[in-house]
């Protein structure tokens, strides 16, 4: 070993840096995580009082903490509708965008416009909207549609970056062999997009899980599971609230995931397919 291949102070510097911008950003979630195995006797702060699984259970009695089952369902059909909608409406746009048409930019920034508005006024104008029609507000109408105006720009933005790498010369060799419009959409174009749309999907679904301030005033009487999370904060002192926390995380783990084995798994039938046109 020589003297002269020893490293920078910079770069000692910037790896302290980095270690305390990460436990900064995951030092909180895994406190919260020890903590939610207190025993039944357990506090809100270390040390451990016991280690048992009894603040789990806790979470399906819905005298105790709420109705935190309830508003878990509620979430995930929430944000499984969510998605879909993002993506059925985001791969449209994406394809109709793909051609200049007139005030093409003037639809892009409104499609994009509520990214840059507040979330507690964007849901207070369409629980006001529905109670000026005469129409109930709750969790699959108001808070749906909230929640579209955070997912939607994102999902638009997705399509765009996928489709500006998209190579037409696929689609082109489809209609020169003949494919209808539809044959090509169905059979080239999709399939190509697949990744670009499952990441929407997992966009879609995050951010609708994870959404509170649109769907504070949007939901109606019945709570979304962060609704019901920040419910608790006022009125639970017990590790319930850490139980909350390392349940939803690991679903949005397990979502995340799911997503990147699927478009592993795309990934790989596409170059084992391309292995064997060679």
């Known amino acids: 070993m ?7 102070w910079t770069f000692y510097a910037f790896a302290a840096f980095f270690t305390l911008f990460v436990l900064f950003l995951y030092g909180p979630m895994i406190v919260i995580y020890i903590l939610s ?7 809100m702060t270390f040390p451990l009082n016991g280690v048992s699984l009894h603040w789990f259970s806790a979470l399906v009695s819905q005298t105790r903490v709420g109705d935190i089952a309830g508003s878990f369902v509620r979430s995930i059909g929430l944000a499984a509708i969510v998605a879909v909608i993002t993506v059925v409406l985001s791969v449209l746009a994406g394809l109709a965008f793909r051609r200049r048409f007139r005030g093409s930019a003037f639809a892009f920034y409104l499609a994009i416009a509520s990214l ?8 207070l104008g369409i629980a006001l909207t529905f109670r000026l029609l005469g129409l109930p507000t709750e969790w699959f109408t108001t808070g749906l549609g ?3 105006t955070w997912t939607l720009p994102f999902g638009l933005l997705i399509m ?3 489709l500006g790498r998209f190579n037409r010369s696929y689609e082109e060799a489809a209609t020169d062999l003949g494919a209808t419009n539809w044959q090509k959409v ?11 749309i499952i990441g929407v999907a997992l966009f879609g679904f995050t951010l609708s899980y994870d959404e509170i301030a649109r769907t504070a005033l949007a939901a109606g009487a019945r ?23 390392a349940v939803t995380t690991i679903v949005s783990f397990i979502v995340i995931i799911v997503a990147l084995g699927s478009i592993a798994i795309v990934q790989r039938r596409r170059a084992a397919a391309g292995m064997r046109t060679e």
């Open 223 to 245: 709570n979304t599971l962060p609704l019901e999370i920040w419910a608790m904060t006022t009125n639970v002192t017990s590790p319930t609230l850490y139980a909350v926390g």
């Open 186 to 196: 169905r059979e080239v174009t999709l399939p190509i997009l697949l990744p670009g």
């Open 146 to 148: 909230a929640q579209l």
């Open 37 to 43: 195995f207190q025993g039944p006797n357990g506090g």
């Open 160 to 162: 765009f970056a996928v």
């Open 2 to 8: 020589h003297g002269d291949d020893t490293r920078p």
């Open 116 to 123: 840059i508005m507040p979330g507690l006024f964007v849901g």
